[in-house]
T-cell receptor
Framework: DTGVSQDPRHKITKRGQNVTFRCDPI?????LYWYRQTLGQGPEFLTY????????KSRLLSDRFSAERPKGSFSTLEIQRTEQGDSAMYLC?????????????FGPGTRLTVL | AQSVTQLGSHVSVSEGALVLLRCNYS??????LFWYVQYPNQGLQLLLK??????LVKGINGFEAEFKKSETSFHLTKPSAHMSDAAEYFC??????????????FGKGTHLIIQP
C-alpha cells in the first residue's frame, strides 16, 4: 500500500491557460474522488468515479472542468481557461467501495496558483 | 441534504489538558460521520468514523468521539493533549444524491493549538 499519489504537487499558471492534474489511487480501490480546498475552508466535493464511470458531479464543477478515469486506474482533472478563482488545493482520494461507510484515503494534493 | 458545523475555528489548550473539538451535523437520513486531521503540507488522515455500530468511537492517536443523536453532535475528544496534536481537524458527513452515497461534506475545520 503506497498510498494515494498526486502529480504535480504544485502548479503555477497564467490566467487562461489549461492545466491537468493526475491522481494515482491505492491499487485495487475502485472509487476515486476529487475535492477542492481553498484557504481556511474544508474540502469541497467535486466528483467521483466508480471504476471508470463518473457517477456524480458537484455544481462546483463548471464546464471548464473535466475529469477522466480511463481503465479505472489513475484519474486526471483538467481545468481549461483557468481563472484566478481556480487557485486552490485539489485533493484526490480513493476508497475500496464498501458502501456508505467507505473510508476515503487522501493524497497530498496539488496546489494550483493562477496568476 | 447533509451538513456539518464545527464550532470554533481555533481552539487552544495546554499540553496535557483535555481536547474537545465540537461538531454538529444536520441530516435527513441516518448520518455517517468522520473526523479527519490535516498536518501542514500533508493530506487528510482519517482519525475515526461513526458507522452506527457503536455510539462511542475510538480512533487513532488516543482520540475518540461520541455520537449523540438527541444533540445532533459528534464531538472529538482526547484526554491529554500532546504537542504533536497541533493540526487542522475536519468533521465530515457522508452525502447522498439521487444515485446513492457519493462524497463527503466537510466542516470549515478547527485549528488546534497546543500551548507548552
Amino acid at each position: 500500500d503506497t498510498g494515494v499519489s498526486q502529480d504535480p504537487r504544485h502548479k503555477i499558471t497564467k490566467r487562461g491557460q489549461n492545466v491537468t492534474f493526475r491522481c494515482d489511487p491505492i491499487s485495487e480501490h475502485n472509487r476515486l474522488y476529487w475535492y477542492r480546498q481553498t484557504l481556511g475552508q474544508g474540502p469541497e466535493f467535486l466528483t467521483y468515479f466508480q471504476n471508470e464511470a463518473q457517477l456524480e458531479k458537484s455544481r462546483l464543477l463548471s464546464d471548464r472542468f473535466s475529469a477522466e478515469r480511463p481503465k479505472g486506474s489513475f484519474s486526471t482533472l483538467e481545468i481549461q481557461r483557468t481563472e484566478q478563482g481556480d487557485s486552490a488545493m485539489y485533493l484526490c482520494a480513493s476508497g475500496p467501495g464498501q458502501g456508505v461507510t467507505d473510508t476515503q484515503y487522501f493524497g497530498p494534493g496539488t496546489r494550483l496558483t493562477v496568476l | 441534504a447533509q451538513s456539518v458545523t464545527q464550532l470554533g475555528s481555533h481552539v487552544s489548550v495546554s499540553e496535557g489538558a483535555l481536547v474537545l473539538l465540537r461538531c454538529n451535523y444536520s441530516s435527513s437520513v441516518p448520518p455517517y460521520l468522520f473526523w479527519y486531521v490535516q498536518y501542514p503540507n500533508q493530506g487528510l488522515q482519517l482519525l475515526l468514523k461513526y458507522t452506527s455500530a457503536a455510539t462511542l468511537v475510538k480512533g487513532i492517536n488516543g482520540f475518540e468521539a461520541e455520537f449523540k443523536k438527541s444533540e445532533t453532535s459528534f464531538h472529538l475528544t482526547k484526554p491529554s493533549a500532546h504537542m504533536s496534536d497541533a493540526a487542522e481537524y475536519f468533521c465530515a458527513v457522508r452525502t447522498y444524491s439521487g444515485g446513492g452515497a457519493d462524497g463527503l461534506t466537510f466542516g470549515k475545520g478547527t485549528h488546534l493549538i497546543i500551548q507548552p
